[in-house]
């Protein structure tokens, strides 16, 4: 069965090929799915000053506005200004008033992904799949609609205060949703110049000890996931802390959602700091994918952005430079940017990831470029575990 692009991939003229490569995109029979997803919709955020924040991604990580919702346009809530790059679409939320869910969901967890959208071919079949299994049904399947025609949409709950909508749009030609404005920024930019990312990998669930299985279970059972990696014991563990991780996955793999759960060590691990800090289950980074993650890293330390930091020592280490063979840039490329590399035996990839992009030390950016490799760098966890704990210890938190 021929693969479905996305809306946000045909705005952003990405063809089957590129997702191949960018995200590791697989053939998959959709009907065969109780639960069909085509792929991401939105990463809906909520923030402390969505107008700041919507200026921070456009500046620093080089998105574009392109919708917005106020109270200019009759939301007296909240302001909501969607960005974008590539096919990755934010959505940022600011509270408005004063009793506004957005504030409310800001005070407890600060800077956040609320909900994680998901395009669906059939938001019914989809709402029925989920109240069969259980699932926790938060919007029931209904339409919105304005001149620009009609989106179908639902929501259902997942991990802590996290949703999934699910939306099918594929009756509307509007800027994002019906209530949101058509929007563009005086920001000035080289038209020449590709996106700094140009596709969403995965997205990362921190849950408390003892209820990854749970939600790994609720992601096959209600939407016919499956099992993509798991990592436990000594594969994401260093000599003072540890976690366990299972990835499950949609049947194009198009959508990845790796989980986490905290796991018995010598000291705190970077798990139990975000539930800490985050109050609770939530999404603690996103994957971006990029075609050259060496203009990437260059454009964004240009415009401020700290990744972690790697030691010299991953880089000249004997036993990594046999394993990961040759890769498109001399190592030395990479490590002038501190950027990791894993191979396996599907291929290689290339990886870095940024420090907390919010005051509390919750969610971060992944960078990944894919050269055939499906994984996430399995090779490179206690390098980066260690990375983390370093900036723990500086914060106080380890």
Same mark, same amino acid.
């Given at each position: 069965m021929t693969l479905d692009l996305t809306d946000a991939e045909r705005l952003a003229h990405l063809d089957l090929d590129q997702l191949r490569q960018l995200v590791g995109l697989v053939e998959h029979d959709a009907t065969t799915d109780p639960f069909p997803v085509t792929g991401w919709d939105a990463l809906v955020w909520d923030v402390g000053n969505a107008t700041q924040s919507a200026h921070f991604f456009m500046s620093a990580y080089g998105m574009d506005l392109v919708a917005y919702s106020g109270p200019e346009t009759g939301n007296r809530d909240h302001k909501a200004y969607v960005v974008a790059s590539g096919a990755v679409r934010f959505v940022l939320r600011g509270g408005v008033a004063p009793d506004s869910p957005v504030m409310d969901h800001h005070r407890l967890h600060g800077d956040g992904v609320v909900d994680v959208a998901l395009e669906v071919p059939d938001v019914d079949a989809c709402v029925r799949q989920a109240r069969e299994q259980g699932a926790t049904i938060l919007q029931e399947a209904h339409d919105v609609t304005d001149e620009h025609g009609t989106v179908r949409m639902a929501a259902i709950a997942a991990y802590g205060d996290t949703r999934h909508s699910l939306v099918d749009r594929s009756r509307y030609s509007g800027p994002y949703l019906p209530g949101f404005v058509a929007r563009s920024s005086t920001m000035r930019r080289d038209p020449d110049a590709t996106p700094v990312f140009q596709a969403l990998d995965h997205v990362v669930g921190n849950v408390e000890l003892g209820r990854m299985d749970e939600w790994v279970d609720f992601y096959r059972r209600v939407m016919g996931f499956t099992n993509m990696a798991e990592f436990v014991g000594d594969d994401i563990a260093t000599e003072y802390s540890a976690l366990m991780s299972k990835v499950v996955a949609s049947g194009n793999h198009r959508v990845?959602?790796?989980?986490?759960?905290?796991? $018995?060590?010598?000291?705190?691990?970077? $798990?139990?700091?975000?539930?800490? &800090?985050? #109050?609770?289950?939530?999404?603690?980074?996103?994957?971006?994918?990029?075609?050259?993650?060496?203009?990437?890293? *260059?454009?964004? #330390?240009?415009?401020? $952005? =700290?990744?972690?930091?790697?030691? *010299?020592?991953?880089?000249? *280490?004997?036993? %990594?430079?046999?394993? @990961?063979?040759?890769?498109?840039?001399? @190592?030395?490329?990479? !490590?002038?940017?501190?950027? %990791?590399? *894993? +191979?396996?035996?599907?291929?290689?990839?290339? !990886?870095?990831?940024?420090?907390? @992009?919010?005051? +509390?030390?919750?969610?971060? &950016?992944?960078? @990944?470029? #894919?050269?055939?490799?499906?994984? &996430?760098?399995?090779?490179?966890? !206690?390098? %980066?575990? =260690?990375?983390? =704990? #370093? =900036?723990?210890?500086?914060?106080?938190?380890?």
């Open positions: 990845k959602f790796p989980l986490n759960e905290p796991a $018995i060590a010598k000291k705190k691990s970077q $798990i139990d700091e975000y539930l800490e &800090f985050y #109050r609770g289950p939530g999404v603690q980074h996103l994957a971006l994918a990029t075609a050259d993650i060496l203009q990437t890293v *260059d454009r964004l #330390r240009d415009a401020g $952005i =700290e990744f972690l930091d790697t030691p *010299d020592s991953y880089y000249t *280490d004997p036993a %990594l430079r046999e394993r @990961i063979g040759e890769v498109r840039v001399p @190592i030395e490329e990479l !490590q002038r940017r501190g950027i %990791l590399v *894993d +191979r396996d035996e599907d291929g290689y990839l290339l !990886q870095i990831f940024t420090k907390p @992009i919010g005051d +509390r030390p919750t969610v971060f &950016f992944e960078l @990944i470029e #894919r050269h055939g490799s499906l994984g &996430f760098g399995k090779g490179n966890f !206690q390098a %980066l575990f =260690e990375a983390i =704990e #370093r =900036e723990q210890a500086r914060r106080g938190n380890f």
